[in-house]
């Protein structure tokens, strides 16, 4: 079956809108945690967020709607504990990414009747991508790009100088809480797309790929997001033909885009 008798598929056509929205949400968002130096601080509220999809399980709720409230519950907490309760800030990502995932085993291993397909959750499966996923992540999509529209110059300057930030007159602690809590929000919504054990790297390949052509804070996103887009495309695709895992083989391909950009930079010294 080709690529265009793939398209008359409902679910196929979902995955590549799913591609495309979660590469311009997380293009975005993981350029913010890249320059803030927060991958650390991501993969905890990832891994925190297994804690959320049990409460849900557990007590019938949406799993979605509560591993996004419990995700960003998790990063202000952390936020709060390393900059108001003198915690340092790997030991406060520690206490919520372990409290998360232990929460999560504990509450889906009690919850009744049938386990639910963790799978999906934990590697992704793209091809699982709903109607309501997508209108969720083009939502996100859109807020990120007015709010990175409007409000450039402030978060450039928290996000590489906050002293100098404070200096200008911006709300340094308001941008830092605000962009945390758009972190959990978009890590909750793309874990469909490549899972929880796998979904940081969407947040760093692209952008260090990026990385090596740019180093202009507004490039290296345009670059993330194009980028993503083509590992995303690229992974669904292969794994197909392949029948492979989805999920694994986007962050295969992105990971490959990133080793052959960096040998390539060095044998034709083009940067």
Do not use: H, P, T
């Given at each position: 079956m080709n690529v265009v008798e793939l398209l008359d598929y409902a679910f196929?056509?979902?995955?590549?809108?799913?591609?495309?929205?979660?590469?311009?949400?997380?293009?975005?968002?993981?350029?913010?945690?890249?320059?803030?130096?927060?991958?650390?601080?991501s993969g905890g509220i990832t891994h925190a967020s297994f804690g959320g999809l049990g409460i849900g399980f557990y007590f019938g709720f949406n799993p979605v709607l509560s591993a996004m409230v419990f995700s960003v519950?998790?990063?202000?907490?952390?936020?709060?504990?390393?900059?108001?309760?003198?915690?340092?800030?790997?030991?406060?990502?520690?206490v919520f990414w372990s409290l998360g995932m232990a929460l999560g085993i504990i509450l889906i291993f009690l919850s009744p009747g049938y386990a639910p397909n963790l799978s999906e959750y934990l590697f992704g499966n793209i091809l699982t991508i709903s109607r309501t996923d997508i209108l969720l992540l083009g939502t996100l999509s859109i807020v990120l790009m007015l709010f990175f529209t409007f409000f450039y110059r402030p978060i450039l300057n928290t996000s590489f100088d906050k002293e100098f930030a404070q200096t200008r007159g911006v709300n340094v602690a308001f941008f830092e809480y605000v962009l945390i809590m758009l972190v959990a929000v978009t890590i909750v919504l793309s874990i469909r797309l490549v899972g929880i054990v796998l979904l940081i790297s969407l947040f760093t390949v692209p952008q260090m790929t990026a990385n090596i052509f740019t180093h202009k804070f507004s490039k290296i996103m345009i670059w993330s997001i194009l980028i993503s887009l083509v590992g995303c495309i690229g992974g669904l695709l292969m794994s197909y033909y392949l029948n492979v895992p989805s999920g694994a083989f986007i962050i295969f391909v992105l990971i490959s885009i990133f080793l052959i950009a960096k040998v390539g930079v060095k044998v034709f010294r083009i940067k």
């Open positions: 196929f056509r979902n995955a590549l809108w799913g591609s495309l929205l979660a590469s311009i949400a997380c293009g975005i968002i993981g350029s913010y945690v890249v320059a803030r130096r927060m991958v650390f601080i519950l998790s990063a202000f907490g952390i936020q709060w504990l390393s900059k108001s309760q003198n915690v340092r800030e790997d030991s406060a990502i520690a």
